[in-house]
């Protein structure tokens, strides 16, 4: 079978509609974990939008549910952070009776795995949206050392970064006093530099959909892991 064949497990995935890396969380999926996207509305990349981008979930979530998923996992860091997770999932969970995630759960529980309680930030976003998540960090006692970033007004921006920036952009915070590095968005391709990055930062390193595969595979209860994206998604913190 091909190895993004869904015969371990089939994600539904609901993605904002101008992102251009709904295609990272299947890059990094173990053989036999496939990852299946429904889009929703989202064209710029501020507060306002990020709220919206819920609006008419029901809708979206019942499409992605036509393919038998066993899980729905809304895929978008900012918006999961603004519009509240708990209400995302009753709603999914409600429309569809399938078990529902969000991409900053998934990001919560990787920093809790990671035992990253001060860790340097990175982003596309603008700086409402990084105050927005800072306060969102420091609400559960975590604490932001440091933070990069290339503020991008929309998604298409965000995807367009290449890769080898994010590793330069790292590079400016390794002297950071922190436990690890947060790189935080689901709509930029970070995951063929997130091993660099990680061997050059010295501290571990959580990516948003690097950290969405790996929560995905533990509430399947599935134990495959992927090398080459981290001591994460290499199953160093799952002891």
Not at 69 to 94: P, Q
Not at 145 to 157: K, L, W
Request: with cysteine; glycine share 8%; proline share 4%.
């Amino acid at each position: 079978m091909a190895p993004g064949f869904g015969w371990k497990a089939r994600i539904g995935q609901l993605y904002p509609s101008a992102g251009l890396c709904d295609h990272e969380p299947q890059a990094m999926a173990p053989e036999g974990v496939q990852f299946l996207t429904t889009r929703l509305r989202f064209r710029r990349a501020r507060l306002e939008d990020d709220a919206s981008l819920v609006n008419d979930i029901e809708v979206h979530a019942r499409l992605v549910a036509d393919a038998r998923v066993s899980l729905i996992a809304l895929n978008c860091t900012a918006a999961s952070m603004v519009a509240g997770a708990e209400s995302i999932n009753r709603r999914i969970e409600s429309a569809t009776g399938i078990r529902s995630t969000t991409t900053i759960e998934a990001v919560m529980a990787a920093l809790s795995a990671a035992r990253m309680r001060r860790f340097a930030l990175m982003t596309p976003y603008v700086s409402e949206v990084v105050a927005a998540e800072i306060e969102f960090f420091k609400n559960y006692q975590l604490n932001v050392a440091s933070h990069a970033g290339i503020p991008c007004e929309d998604p298409v921006a965000q995807g367009g970064i290449a890769p080898q920036r994010w590793v330069e952009l790292a590079r400016t915070l390794r002297d950071s006093d922190c436990d690890g590095l947060l790189i935080s968005c689901a709509g930029i391709r970070i995951a063929s530099v997130l091993e660099t990055i990680e061997q050059e930062f010295g501290r571990p390193v959580i990516a948003s959909n690097q950290a969405l595969v790996w929560h995905c595979l533990r509430l399947l209860g599935l134990p495959e892991r992927a090398s080459g994206f981290g001591a994460l998604l290499a199953g160093d913190f799952d002891g």
